[in-house]
Nanobody, 120 residues
Framework: QVQLVESGGGLVQAGGSLRLSCAAS????????MGWYRQAPGKQRELVAQ???????FYADSVKGRFIISRDSAKNTVYLQMDSLKSEDTAVYYC??????????????WGQGTQVTVSS
């Protein structure tokens, strides 16, 4: 069984910063991609940023220049440093991992979500 455990959400004023963490655990053989999605009330879940095992990163246009994704492969952990936060960044942020376990091929896994609220 695989678990993704997120931490670091909270309430912050506009212009402030937060750092999200997500640790993957379980019978993990290989992690291909880790990333963050978010879902605001009444909106669809959207990709925020993701990073491959080789370190290649992708960012949504709305967060480029403000958010940085990084990964500690030894700890199976991904981070999202969020700076210059705006009210429109308010959402539930979900960790996502595409990985293979010792018992199954590549599959997608989700964390439980962490709330980020930016007050203006």
């Amino acid at each position: 069984q695989v678990q993704l455990v997120e931490s670091g959400g909270g309430l912050v004023q506009a212009g402030g910063s937060l750092r999200l963490s997500c640790a993957a655990s379980g019978s993990i053989l290989s992690i291909y991609v880790m990333g963050w999605y978010r879902q605001a009330p009444g909106k669809q879940r959207e990709l925020v940023a993701q990073i491959t095992g080789a370190g290649s990163a992708f960012y949504a246009d709305s967060v480029k220049g403000r958010f940085i994704i990084s990964r500690d492969s030894a700890k199976n952990t991904v981070y999202l440093q969020m700076d210059s936060l705006k009210s429109e960044d308010t959402a539930v942020y979900y960790c996502n991992a595409q990985l293979a376990t010792y018992y199954s091929g590549p599959s997608q896994y989700w964390g439980q979500g962490t709330q980020v609220t930016v007050s203006s």
